[in-house]
Every structure is written in C-alpha cells, then in structure tokens.
C-alpha cells in the first residue's frame, strides 16, 4: 500500500466515441456495469503479458479480470481529501466532461496508460496540432512534486514511472 500515486485528470471527450467505448468509460467511471467487452483493451495488458504466477498463493494482486480504474469514491486513505470520478453530459451536446481525483498503485498503470492513450485521441483537443494542453497530473502520495500529464497532438504524455511500470505496454488500437 506504500507505493500510492495521486491521479488528477480533467477532460472533455468527444461525442463522436462508440456506444461500447462510452459503455466502458463509464464502468470505469463508477457509473455502470461492466461491458462484455472492453474495447479500450484495459483488459488486454495480463492476456499478453502475465505479472506474475496466479497458481501462486503469495500473488494476491495478480488479477486476470480487468477492474474500473477511476470507480473509487470516499475519503483517500493515502493523499488526504475525495476520490472522485464524474462523467457528465456537455451541456451543447458535443461530448462527455470527464474529472477524476483517484489513488492508484503502480499495479494499475498499465490499465490507466491505456485509458489515457485513448483519452488523448478521443480528446475534444486532440486535433489542436502543436499546442500543449495541460490535463492533469501524477504524484507519489509522499511527494509535493508533481508530474504533469500534457496533452500534445492527441497524446496524453505519461511520467516516465509510468513508462517504466508499464515497459510490455501495448497500443490499445492493435
């Protein structure tokens, strides 16, 4: 539980994004079930690359089955304050309003590296060619420093512990 990270996110996705892409947003989100399928791929990262033995009894967080990355609600145990996740409808029609304050385990970067690649595509800025939008940031839950996630050309550029946590990471399009 030492290894706790601080995700603050704020963006606008398009309207344009499938029903099953929307569906699991919003089970991520906390704001429905789990689809059938996960068309983001947050459930690809264990089928290709295993993180550990599940025949072992000491593995506990190995996890074959993908959970909701942004679902957690209530007082944050580590980084003080509320863990939140809204989803919410643009009021001109034009797309989803997405803020997430969350406590994640560097365990769950790879599902959130994934939803963030997407997120960077399926931004409302993602066409703004060359020009940084600041979108959030990542922190150790024992630091004042923070890691800022920018979004440049539809790509949400992640901190490199993130890189190096996720080094087996798979675009979530192939």
């Known amino acids: ?20 892409e929307l569906a699991e947003l919003r089970w991520h989100v906390g704001q429905g079930p789990r689809p059938e ?17 599940p025949g072992d009894p000491d593995c506990e967080w190995e996890d074959a089955e993908a959970g909701p990355v942004f679902a ?21 029609s034009d797309g989803w309003a997405l803020t997430v304050r969350q406590e994640l385990h560097p365990d769950d970067f790879y599902r959130l590296r994934t939803l963030l690649d997407w997120l960077g595509r399926c931004s409302v800025d993602a066409p703004t060619s060359g020009v940084d ?25 992640v901190p490199k512990d993130i890189e190096s946590h996720t080094p087996h990471w798979e675009d979530a399009t192939l």
Do not use: C, K, W
Request: hydrophobic fraction near 40%; charge should be negative; avoid cysteine.
């Open 1 to 20: 539980m030492g290894d706790i990270y601080e995700l603050v996110l704020s963006v606008d996705v398009r309207a344009d994004v499938t029903d099953e």
């Open 37 to 53: 399928r996960l068309p983001i791929g947050t459930d690809r990262y264990v089928e290709t690359y295993p993180l550990g033995d």
């Open 72 to 92: 957690q609600r209530g007082a944050a145990r580590r980084v003080g304050g509320a863990l939140v996740a809204e989803l919410v409808a643009r009021e001109r």
């Open 133 to 157: 939008s600041f979108v959030g940031y990542l922190r150790f839950h024992e630091s004042a420093e923070i890691a800022p996630l920018v979004l440049l050309n539809g790509r949400i550029r």
